[in-house]
């Protein structure tokens, strides 16, 4: 019997903490998945490790991107990472972070994601809201729960 909730997949995820909390639960969701994610990285460093991976022939397939959730990213920078990337399809996660970047970041992720049509963005914030119990204390780290699903919502995406 095939597990409808598994999918393969040759994407590279770039993120942070809370990405790399959830790293187990994506690699079980979409088998084949790079995940590159590391505590406290700011935007810039994301979108320069994502433009590696798609310039130096690394990202055979599909890109995911987190944005946000440890300090604000420009319009300006996202729109230029996602240019970087090409015409594969990219995956841009929002933010959940109670911290005051929050709402201008996800603002921006969306503007940037409706001028693309490779680009998908998955509202982590508006699906994640309603779930407090996905979180630990610090109301943006996963639990087992919000691990499963941050990684379905990825896979849904792809």
């Given at each position: ?15 942070d ?12 969701v ?7 994610a590391k505590v ?10 994502a ?17 946000g959730?440890?300090g ?14 090409g ?6 996660v ?7 970047w ?14 693309h ?6 509202d ?12 630990v204390a ?14 379905r ?6």
């Amino acid at each position: 019997v095939v597990d409808p909730s598994v999918t393969p997949t040759n994407a590279v995820a770039v993120g942070d903490s809370v990405m790399l909390g959830a790293s187990g639960a994506m690699h079980q969701v979409m088998p084949g998945i790079r995940v590159d994610a590391k505590v406290s990285r700011q935007f810039n460093d994301l979108a320069d490790a994502a433009t590696w991976y798609a310039t130096s022939g690394n990202m055979p397939g599909a890109a995911v991107v987190q944005v946000g959730n440890n300090g604000v990213a420009t319009e300006e920078r996202i729109e230029t990472m996602v240019e970087s990337l090409g015409d594969r399809r990219v995956v841009l996660v929002n933010a959940k972070v109670e911290r005051p970047w929050e709402a201008i970041s996800n603002e921006r992720t969306a503007r940037v994601a409706d001028r693309h049509d490779n680009v998908v963005l998955v509202d982590w914030y508006s699906m994640a809201s309603s779930h407090p119990d996905w979180f630990v204390a610090d109301g943006t780290h996963l639990r087992s729960a919000g691990q499963l699903a941050f990684a379905r919502a990825i896979a849904d995406a792809l």
